[in-house]
């Protein structure tokens, strides 16, 4: 009899371990923004090549169709002294071994696989399959069981994850005495054994004062271990990333933890030169630990803001300039225009601005490019300026996880679901400015990624605008509303690029229309074009070949939707009207007197940014003192031969 147990606590013990690989411990949901999320693998034995593995995630949602959404391929990792390789974002204790994007694994019911396959074995959208299959799991969250992707995956349980903010948990694997394999939700227990066996380890903590200092400053870090070494510890340490390097910093980065202690600092000099290398991220990363030494966290970003920004010769949208920036429409770009009127005016227009032998498209992810550089903020290169909320922000601020707290993303003017464009596979892709999809009209899938309906934007605002349309959003209380008029035309651009949009009165839920066109062409009216609108204007065009046309012709929108509807367009300029946009006005922003330098004005009339005129001056001589509140004004300059609408700021 005791043969037999023997015998069959042996079998037990082997069947637990039929395959080299198995999934150790899933966590798909902690906190509730998935900032410490990780899966851990475990080996047979201690430090096992995963060369020719990967893991497939599977969506069990019923958009999902329990098909592939991610794939992670394992080749040049191997498991720790444990037999364990831990993979999850940054936000995981201690540091996992292959760092991924924060919430990218999902909560479920889904479900993960291990396959001793090649990553093109599993594209976007591959159904779940036991061919080449080691090891599967399909978890869940709570959620009813997925019956058809337990069948796929030849699994007869979904497994539970029942943590909590407060309480988190991971699913983990067990294996008892009697070596018979079971699972259940516990504390977290990543890079170690989930039954507290196994060599121990020791983790060690990055830690700084702040993460943001200004070139010229000093800087502790500080290192401590978990517990006291039991001998002298040395280790090196980089802060290398991207740009930053040796050259911009000293310090020293080769470190001893004397035994018996658990801690040790380094202070890190950051040098002050005259490069205007943008605001730059120190990555601090260890180098050469050995197990069982192990990071406690690791690749912890420091910013380091660069102090040579560049100010560019014309204004922000609340401190405006015009006439500094020149557009940059090749000779006779919209000649085909002139003489036409209604739906000739518009096909034409359209015909220039959606030629598809010219015209190019580019990925969503390229817009960050093309963004960084259309809105870079005028008064400091290393920022975006923000729509709406009338702000920069630095470059590096962008949104890449799921906090959005002081982060800036992509905001589309057109909302895409009011639009109906969406994203596909190669948006994830930034190819650059060389490689492009050919576009026309009814390319209306290109307008998800068209520069000039995108623009930066608080990432918290942004998600507050939803997909409103403008009238029922005005922007946020207290700013000075300068983003309208450049709305305004942003989306009216769109009805004549693309086929399917329009532009309409009210607020409409159907899918193609935007609202309200009354609102936007007050907006357009009474915040006119200004140099940052024509330069972001000229950089997309670099891109993508087309402008738009609102900004170059600001006319054109009473031609199309306006108080000229059904009139001739004749593009061509008065020798009056030239001397008008000539005028300049000075200083601005002014704190109360404004002195004005061109031809002969016979009337000035100052309108709010809602469009109410708050006063007039009939006789002119070259200054007006305003008397008026700090904020943002539009001023209507009357000539004999003409008028002239200017955006001032009095402070």
Same mark, same amino acid.
């Given at each position: 009899m005791q043969?037999?147990?023997?015998?069959l606590?042996?079998f037990?013990f082997h069947?637990?371990?039929?395959?080299?690989?198995i999934i150790?411990?899933?966590?798909?949901?902690?906190?509730s923004?998935?900032t410490?999320?990780f899966?851990?693998i475990k080996?047979?034995?201690p430090?096992?090549s995963?060369d020719?593995?990967?893991l497939?995630?599977?969506?069990g949602?019923?958009?999902g169709?329990?098909?592939?959404?991610?794939?992670?391929?394992?080749?040049?990792?191997?498991t720790?002294?444990n037999?364990?390789?831990?993979?999850?974002s940054t936000?995981?204790?201690?540091s996992?071994?292959?760092?991924?994007?924060e919430n990218?694994?999902?909560?479920?019911a889904?479900?993960?696989?291990?396959?001793?396959?090649?990553?093109?074995?599993?594209?976007?959208g591959t159904l779940?399959t036991?061919?080449?299959?080691?090891?599967?799991?399909?978890?869940?969250?709570n959620?009813?069981?997925d019956t058809?992707?337990l069948g796929?995956?030849?699994?007869?349980?979904?497994?539970n994850d029942?943590g909590t903010?407060?309480?988190?948990?991971s699913?983990?694997?067990f294996?008892?005495?009697?070596?018979?394999?079971?699972?259940s939700?516990a504390?977290?227990?990543?890079r170690?054994e989930n039954?507290?066996?196994?060599?121990?380890?020791n983790?060690i903590?990055?830690?700084?004062s702040?993460?943001q200092?200004?070139e010229g400053?000093?800087?502790?870090?500080t290192?401590t271990?978990?517990?006291n070494v039991?001998s002298d510890?040395n280790?090196?340490i980089?802060?290398d990333n991207?740009?930053f390097?040796?050259s911009?910093f000293?310090g020293?980065?080769?470190?001893?933890?004397l035994?018996?202690?658990?801690s040790i600092?380094?202070?890190?000099?950051l040098?002050?030169?005259?490069?205007d290398e943008g605001d730059?991220?120190?990555?601090?990363q260890f180098?050469?630990?050995?197990?069982?030494?192990?990071?406690?966290?690791?690749?912890?970003e420091?910013?380091?803001v660069?102090?040579d920004?560049?100010?560019?010769?014309?204004g922000t949208p609340i401190?405006?300039?015009?006439?500094?920036?020149?557009?940059?429409?090749?000779d006779?770009y919209?000649?085909?225009?002139?003489?036409l %009127?209604?739906?000739?005016?518009?096909q034409?227009?359209q &015909?220039? @601005? !959606? =030629?598809?032998?010219? $015209?190019r498209a580019?990925t969503?992810s390229?817009?960050?490019?093309?963004l960084?550089?259309?809105?870079?903020?005028?008064?400091?290169?290393?920022q975006v300026w923000?729509?709406?909320?009338?702000?920069g922000?630095a470059?590096?601020?962008l949104?890449?996880?799921s906090?959005n707290a002081?982060?800036?993303?992509?905001?589309?003017?057109?909302?895409? %679901?009011?639009g109906g464009f969406?994203?596909i596979e190669? &948006?994830? @892709? !930034? =190819?650059g400015?060389? $490689?492009?999809?050919?576009?026309?009209a009814?390319?209306l899938?290109h307008?998800?990624?068209?520069a000039h309906a995108?623009?930066?934007?608080?990432?918290?605002?942004?998600s507050?605008r939803?997909?409103?349309?403008?009238?029922?959003?005005?922007?946020?209380?207290?700013?000075?509303?300068s983003?309208?008029?450049d709305?305004?035309?942003?989306?009216l651009?769109?009805e004549?690029r693309?086929?399917?949009?329009?532009?309409?009165?009210?607020?409409?839920?159907i899918?193609?229309?935007?609202?309200d066109?009354?609102?936007?062409?007050?907006?357009?009216?009474?915040?006119p074009p200004?140099?940052?609108e024509?330069?972001?204007n000229?950089v997309?065009?670099?891109?993508?070949f087309?402008?738009?046309?609102?900004?170059d012709?600001p006319?054109?929108?009473?031609?199309i939707w306006?108080?000229?509807?059904g009139?001739?367009?004749d593009?061509?300029?008065?020798?009056?009207?030239?001397?008008l946009?000539a005028?300049s006005l000075y200083?601005?922003?002014?704190?109360?007197r404004?002195y004005?330098n061109?031809?002969?004005?016979v009337?000035?009339?100052?309108y709010?940014v809602e469009?109410?005129r708050?006063?007039?001056f009939?006789e002119?001589?070259?200054?007006?003192?305003?008397?008026?509140?700090s904020?943002?004004?539009l001023?209507k300059?009357?000539?004999?031969?003409?008028f002239?609408t200017?955006?001032i700021?009095v402070?």
């Amino acid at each position: 009899m005791q043969r037999f147990l023997i015998v069959l606590v042996l079998f037990l013990f082997h069947n637990a371990w039929s395959q080299v690989l198995i999934i150790n411990e899933l966590d798909p949901d902690s906190p509730s923004t998935d900032t410490a999320e990780f899966i851990e693998i475990k080996s047979q034995t201690p430090n096992f090549s995963t060369d020719g593995y990967i893991l497939v995630f599977f969506n069990g949602s019923s958009s999902g169709a329990d098909s592939s959404y991610m794939v992670i391929n394992l080749n040049g990792y191997t498991t720790d002294i444990n037999g364990l390789l831990v993979i999850g974002s940054t936000g995981v204790y201690p540091s996992p071994q292959l760092l991924i994007s924060e919430n990218v694994i999902q909560n479920g019911a889904d479900a993960v696989g291990i396959y001793q396959a090649s990553v093109n074995d599993f594209p976007e959208g591959t159904l779940a399959t036991q061919t080449n299959l080691v090891d599967a799991m399909v978890y869940g969250t709570n959620d009813s069981d997925d019956t058809v992707l337990l069948g796929l995956l030849g699994e007869t349980i979904q497994y539970n994850d029942n943590g909590t903010n407060a309480n988190p948990k991971s699913i983990q694997r067990f294996v008892n005495g009697m070596g018979v394999e079971s699972f259940s939700s516990a504390l977290p227990t990543p890079r170690r054994e989930n039954d507290g066996s196994g060599v121990a380890i020791n983790p060690i903590q990055i830690s700084v004062s702040n993460t943001q200092y200004d070139e010229g400053s000093s800087f502790d870090i500080t290192f401590t271990a978990e517990t006291n070494v039991t001998s002298d510890l040395n280790f090196n340490i980089s802060l290398d990333n991207f740009g930053f390097n040796t050259s911009d910093f000293s310090g020293n980065t080769s470190l001893t933890i004397l035994s018996g202690n658990n801690s040790i600092s380094t202070t890190i000099n950051l040098t002050d030169d005259s490069d205007d290398e943008g605001d730059e991220v120190i990555s601090i990363q260890f180098t050469d630990l050995v197990e069982p030494i192990v990071p406690g966290n690791n690749n912890v970003e420091v910013r380091v803001v660069d102090n040579d920004f560049t100010v560019a010769a014309w204004g922000t949208p609340i401190n405006p300039t015009t006439g500094i920036v020149q557009s940059t429409q090749p000779d006779g770009y919209y000649d085909s225009l002139d003489g036409l %009127s209604d739906l000739a005016l518009r096909q034409a227009l359209q &015909d220039i @601005i !959606a =030629d598809p032998n010219v $015209v190019r498209a580019q990925t969503y992810s390229d817009v960050i490019d093309i963004l960084k550089e259309a809105d870079q903020n005028p008064a400091n290169s290393n920022q975006v300026w923000l729509l709406y909320t009338e702000e920069g922000r630095a470059k590096l601020d962008l949104q890449t996880g799921s906090s959005n707290a002081g982060k800036w993303n992509r905001e589309h003017t057109f909302p895409r %679901s009011r639009g109906g464009f969406f994203d596909i596979e190669e &948006d994830e @892709i !930034a =190819d650059g400015i060389d $490689v492009f999809w050919t576009t026309e009209a009814d390319s209306l899938r290109h307008g998800n990624s068209d520069a000039h309906a995108l623009r930066a934007a608080d990432a918290v605002e942004n998600s507050s605008r939803g997909n409103q349309h403008y009238g029922e959003y005005i922007g946020p209380s207290g700013t000075l509303g300068s983003f309208r008029g450049d709305v305004a035309r942003s989306v009216l651009y769109m009805e004549i690029r693309y086929n399917g949009l329009q532009i309409v009165n009210g607020f409409p839920d159907i899918t193609g229309q935007l609202g309200d066109l009354a609102t936007l062409l007050d907006w357009h009216r009474n915040d006119p074009p200004d140099d940052f609108e024509m330069n972001r204007n000229n950089v997309v065009y670099t891109w993508q070949f087309n402008r738009n046309p609102f900004i170059d012709q600001p006319d054109l929108v009473e031609y199309i939707w306006g108080n000229n509807v059904g009139e001739v367009w004749d593009q061509q300029l008065s020798i009056e009207e030239n001397e008008l946009n000539a005028i300049s006005l000075y200083p601005n922003p002014t704190t109360g007197r404004l002195y004005i330098n061109g031809n002969d004005i016979v009337n000035i009339e100052i309108y709010s940014v809602e469009g109410k005129r708050l006063k007039q001056f009939s006789e002119v001589e070259n200054f007006i003192d305003l008397d008026l509140a700090s904020g943002l004004y539009l001023l209507k300059l009357e000539s004999e031969t003409g008028f002239v609408t200017r955006k001032i700021v009095v402070e």
